[in-house]
Every structure is written in structure tokens, then in C-alpha cells.
């Protein structure tokens, strides 16, 4: 960006530096607003994950609560004597 000042400069003297100083700043804020809303898109996604997963748990939670005992630890039936 240092030789945009510098072109510039030589041919507008000062007001060519600021001119490529305001355009300096004019990029930097536009990349700070593409970095802003790319986080914000992916904390959107964060959140909706961690939603998702707390969701399942629960779903989960439930289900394995209402489940029969496995099968190990139901009495066996034993076989009689004829």
C-alpha cells in the first residue's frame, strides 16, 4: 500500500497521500466487515450445533430412561426337571 502514497504523492504532492491514505482505510474497513460477518456466520453455526447436540442429548436422555433392562440382567428361566 506504501506505493500507492507514494505514486500518489509525487504526482497530487499531499492530497495524493491523502487520497491514498482515506483508500488505505477504506480497504481496511471493508476487510474488518468481511471478518465480522464470517464470525458471525460461523458462531451462527456454533450456536445452532450446540443446539442440535443439546437437543439429541435430551432426546437421548429420555429414550435410554424408558428403555427395558438389557437382556443381561433380566432372571433367566431355568429349565425343569421331567
Not at 504532492?13 to 491514498?20: D, Q, S
Request: hydrophobic letters at 60%; glycine letters at 8%; aromatic letters at 16%.
Amino acid at each position: 500500500m506504501l506505493w500507492i502514497g507514494a505514486i500518489f504523492g509525487a504526482l497530487f504532492g499531499w492530497i495524493g497521500i491523502l487520497v491514498a491514505a482515506l483508500f488505505w482505510a477504506t480497504l481496511a474497513i471493508f476487510k474488518l466487515i468481511w471478518a465480522v460477518i464470517v464470525f458471525g456466520f460461523q458462531a451462527l453455526l456454533w450456536v445452532g450445533a450446540l443446539i442440535y447436540k443439546g437437543i439429541e442429548y435430551l432426546v437421548n436422555r429420555q429414550s435410554n430412561s424408558t428403555k427395558a433392562a438389557p437382556p443381561a440382567l433380566t432372571p433367566k428361566r431355568t429349565r425343569r426337571k421331567r
